[in-house]
């Protein structure tokens, strides 16, 4: 099976949904009907297809694996290269979970040019797992800008009052740092005569010029994460956005930075990350501590998600940069957790707002007297969220505080603080939403959920619960490929002589 | 079996819980008799496998209590990471089988006597789910192996907690009082969250036999943390010790404990008592290996625990809600636990542990009892006169109140005995400041227990005419366990007290506590003067005198004087106004800065300056051009056009073409 085509199935089946999505003829019910049931049915396959590279993966090896290179230009020495890791396979499967989730959480929900959402989504998927299994720098580029053009559709078409508001922030912080990462990418390419990334990665480029590199992508992949301050687009984003929109938003775009940072940054340019590790440390603190703090003043459902987001990639960012092996498989899980609750968060939000069709937190309460299934799922989500033991938001947290403490004790310190708020702006939503009595009249009918919205939540519930149990067999997937990545950067760092600046 | 013990509880509690939603189905569709099935099958699951689950833990210490330590039961690895690999496993020493014993034994009683206090209630078995749940939480903490899987029945018990104490989701001040718990309980859970960090750090490890193997070899090392060089096992037993203070309320961060008491009283009794607040005090004596290499440490836990015992009884002296009276009791006793680990005497700590999760869960039972009678009124100057009609409570309160005042020969006089003797004989400062705190604090214990007593039983009834006529003895499903619990609180001092700290204390124990040899306080507590054993009864009993002169011989003395010293009455009914300082201090400047952050540094500073400002430029320049609406996916797929147009041209001029 080595030669399967696992990673252009999964990238090229959504194309082939889309082509038939585009072959739909009548009038507008069926259209939608006809549209909504091949989305379903691609994203299900490309979801099935993308748990054989799971099931087929090699764990004993930090080489890419299901590569596939097809020379694009040769006058260019450009290829259409694709592989994944240790590191990148789990957000292959993530972006084509999430996918289906979307398709079915849009079921009912979007009503207006469904042909066209559902197109945007598909291809959404293909440039999502594309970013992840790029293994040409220029390749890696197309699918990581060329993600935000469906997601400025789907912001811009299918979103809220401000959207366009919205969709121009987005476009803003992007623009300045997809920029500077193209200029970089053109002189990486030229430094190291090829834009292929798996030479690429045992490619050591001069200290000087690592600095410039690693502001460059810095400059677009803390735009992605978010890092504060260049955060402010994404409450906007989430606001805006329709439900689908947030969880793909939330669950895989937000994951671009945070797998940037592992896949360029730390063994790209090794000295710089190391120089800069205190800035990426003070900014992933301050963020944690301060977007906490925001979303304890939130009265918007959403936004208070999107405040605490940042918060959680704050940690992600953290166990990047503390360079060892807790810390960085803290991130992966980290994202990996993140990118199914936050989703789930938003999805939970959604429920409320097909139902009654408002943000605000106060429009709700008692909700637990007519809700009691939605209420269980909410309260696990939330447990998630804040880290409790025994889901996946606890393993992610608790790996990289291990492996921020080895490196500084302030930062773990500031960032374990990060837990006490977490608990109390997602409990106080909880008890403003969900408990409390029911006496707000237009509540008093609402119905509880329904199979469709149970057969959205059960997966990622499962995920959570496994995840926070037997993490292994997550880890032992990429024990091997983060042990390589952690060794290159620490050999790297050694072999200069470097002396970190970071203080214990 | 150890197997059983643990996990029976969570299944009870999964079966039960997906009854509340077959119940809920069945009673949508029409079947509005189904409740009281579905509710009794539920009763009858987790009494069930709680009662089982008390069985096998029974054999389980009785196999350790015979064999010695048994072999840890690994289940499966949880985490492996490089060097840092843990696994859900359940720990045989004989520290852990006995925690065991206690929590499943006593939550039995707990689940049974539930059936008949919340029989009226209309989420029966949503309580007995969440009963469970807490149970078997509680029990993967004191089986842990590891610090983490510690730490996982840590937060899970506060999850549980959370959800109990907000069991009556209708109440305003439940919930508020289900969020405060959970968030102290944070506070203090940052601490031990550091806490096993630095252990890692240190040993690179987080089980417990690598630790403690290691600890001697550690004991001089230093630590270079927060920017100082500091004592590495002093440091990490102060963080272990800020989770513990959390756990189990005690000074500082006790606010949530008297709080709790918003739950249903059976939840009082097992977790706000019994069993969740006493993990702070298992935690340490677990941690002996550590503790016992840091003086300082040491000497902050004896401190702490004394200052708390003392402060939590001043305070339950003047309290009129008959729960928080003893809720405020268990803050102080908690603290004499402390302090008695404080000066090494961990297995007189534990004996008071015990003893205490008897008669402390008597007392809050018959609370309950008192409080079922009165149709739900928790209000002791609207009780009075009640010994007769109800006397089988009378007597249970009598069992417990004299077991919590120490008075020969309830459980309560052995352990509390032991501790006192042993702060003195520790010969040291701290030592005698927690003897002379604790002297104090056993007069004010016996004071306001039998306050409790005579405002409760005894004198005019002063409840309405309606309420009375409903008095009733609470029936024999509630009764039941508290007559196990009352020969808990009259006989376990004196059948194990020879176990604990007496002749065969070392075998009984074995290695699963350390204390280091220059720590001889519980040696000596036997060498004591004469004066030093007979006090702590004599005061006791002194305590309970004026109690009776106060409130049954010359009932105008209370009055009297808090009105004599009303600041002082007032400073103790107010709880020593730490509420009032934390939401001044730490609440409400929180949200307040939440909020100033997000309008003036998000909404201002940030957006203003950026994506606004840029934003108005943009829009100055396109009006000037002329084309408003240009869409900003064409910008984008302009400037990617634009990039790849540079990239080429670069390419080209470059020569690799």
Known sequence: MSNFPWLSIIIFVPLVGIFFILLIKGDDETTARNARAIALWTSVVTFLVSLGIWINFDNSTSEFQFVEKVIWIPSLDLSYQVGVDGISMFFVILSTLLTVICVLASWVSITDRVKDYMIAFLFLETLMVGMFSALDLILFYVFFEGVLIPMFLIIGVWGGPRRNYAAYKLFLYTLAGSVLMLIAILTMVSVAGTSDMTILLKYDFPASLQSWLWLAFFASFAVKVPM??????????????????????????????????????????????????????????????????????????????????????????IGVFSGNLQGVEGAIIQMLSHGIVSAALFLVVGVLYDRIHSREIRAYGGLVTRMPKYAVIFMIFMMASIGLPGTSGFIGEFLILVGAFKVNTWVAAFATSGLILGAAYMLYLYRRIVFGELIKDNLKKISDVNSREIAIFTPLILTVIVMGIYPSLFLDVMHVSVENLVERYQSALASAEYIPTVEQ | MYVAAVFLPLIGSLISGILVFFKISLINNGHEDAKNRIDLISQIITCGSMLLAGAAAILVFLEVFINGQNPSIEIFTWVGSGSLQFSWALRGDILSVLMVVMVTVVSSMIHVYSIGYMATDKSISRFMAYLSLFTFFMLMLVSSNNLVQMFFGWEGVGLASYLLIGFWYDRPSANKAAIKAFVVNRIGDFGFALGIFAIYFLFDSVSFDTIFNLAADKSATTINIFSTNIHALTIICLLLFVGAMGKSAQLGLHVWLPDAMEGPTPVSALIHAATMVTAGVFMVVRMSPLFEYSEVALAVVTVVGASTAIFAATVACVQNDIKRVIAYSTCSQLGYMFFALGVSAYSAGMFHLITHAFFKSLLFLGAGSVIHAMSDEQDMRKMGGLYKLIPVTYIFMWIGSLALAGIWPFSGFFSKDIILEAAWAAHSGVGRYAFWLGITAAFLTAFYSWRLIILTFHGTPRADEKTLAHVHESPKVMILPLTVLALGALFVGVVSVDYFVGEYAVEFWKNSIFVHDSHQALANAHLVPIWVKFLPICIGSSGIALAYLMYMFAPGLPGALSSGFKRTHKFLLNKWYFDELYTKLLVKPAFKLGHGLWQAVDGLLIDGVGPNGVAAAVRMISRRVGEIQSGYLYHYAFVMLLGLAVFITWFLVRGYG
């Open chain 1, 228 to 317: 504060w301050p260049v955060h402010t687009w994404l409450p906007d984003a989430h606001v805006e956005a329709p439900t689908a929109g947030s969880v793909i938003l939330a669950g895989v775009l937000l994951k671009f930075g945070g797998y940037g940072f592992l896949r360029f940054s730390l063994p790209m340019f090794p000295l710089a990350s190391a120089d800069f590790t205190p800035l990426i440390f003070i900014l992933s603190a301050v963020a944690i501590i301060y977007t906490s703090l925001i979303a304890l003043a939130q009265e918007d459902m959403k936004k208070l998600i999107a405040y605490s987001s940042v918060a959680h990639m704050g940690f992600v960012t």
